[in-house]
């Protein structure tokens, strides 16, 4: 209870950010809360961002379970010329758990790290932005039960189209296990991640996406859908971007369905 009632107040706070934002004045005509919160949108802009993504599953499985997730994701760009761009993308997964594993069980740790590497045009044409590049499955969990202990490695690419504060668009990737513990069954997993996004000029928006995962292997499929609202202002002299908002479980294998969701991040941002 006491840390639903501390992930309440989190997001009573990140909301008021929000509401805030839209009638904060912008400091840099040339990178406004308009201007970064459409980069934002774009999982391949060429913005330097550190985001950290906090979610919450509550009532997972038989014993009522509860999950948080902390991801953290730096996205780095790299202007390879003036035609291309490299951006390097990573999901650290930082995760507590609590009755998962039976009732009584915890367990705290490292996930593995996704690592995506994706090779863009640097000019978008006619608002359409594509990227495509390698995807790597690499085994730093630190608990047994947070661990694949494969390393594995894949394709991944992202199409999105952006006009007039909207971005539509959807990124993929499938990963297969090349090495590690033979004594851990083999990672074959598809992700897709539909995404939808509404910005206004305040820089204040409302979206979602859906996260679903095709575990091959075990032939399970696992959708949630994410709505969220979220908004661009400044701590001081950091440029930052706040959203919250509700997480739905659709789909889980047998036995690991979450009631309800919930989703909290905070984005540092630096432009160029």
Do not use: H
């Amino acid at each position: 209870m006491k840390k639903i009632k501390t992930i309440l107040l989190l997001s009573a706070i990140c909301f008021s950010q929000i509401l805030l934002a839209q009638d904060a004045p912008q400091e840099n005509p040339e990178e406004s809360a308009a201007d970064l919160a459409k980069k934002l949108a774009n999982p391949i802009s060429s913005l330097i961002s550190l985001p950290f993504q906090n979610n919450t599953d509550i009532g997972i499985g038989p014993n009522n379970g509860t999950r948080n997730t902390l991801n953290i994701q730096p996205v780095l760009p790299i202007s390879i010329n003036e035609n291309l761009n490299l951006i390097a993308r990573m999901i650290l997964p930082v995760i507590s758990q609590y009755d998962i594993t039976g009732a009584g069980n915890s367990e705290t740790g490292l996930g593995d790290v996704v690592l995506s590497a994706f090779l863009s045009p640097a000019v978008s044409k006619g608002g359409l932005t594509w990227g495509a590049g390698p995807v790597f499955l690499i085994p730093t969990a630190t608990d047994d039960y947070l661990a694949s202990k494969k390393f594995g490695i894949g394709p991944t690419a992202v199409a999105l189209y952006q006009t007039n504060g909207i971005t539509i668009g959807g990124l993929v990737n499938q990963i297969w296990s090349v090495a590690g513990n033979k004594d851990r069954g083999d990672v074959s997993s598809l992700f897709i991640q539909p995404f939808f996004n509404y910005n206004w000029k305040s820089g204040a928006g409302i979206g979602g996406n859906f996260e679903i995962t095709q575990n091959w292997e075990a032939n399970t499929t696992t959708v949630w859908f994410n709505p969220s609202i979220s908004g661009v202002t400044s701590l001081g002299k950091q440029k930052t971007q706040l959203a919250i908002g509700p997480r739905f479980n659709l789909a889980a294998p047998s036995g690991s369905k979450a009631d309800i969701g919930f989703r909290a991040s905070i984005v540092f941002l630096f432009p160029k």
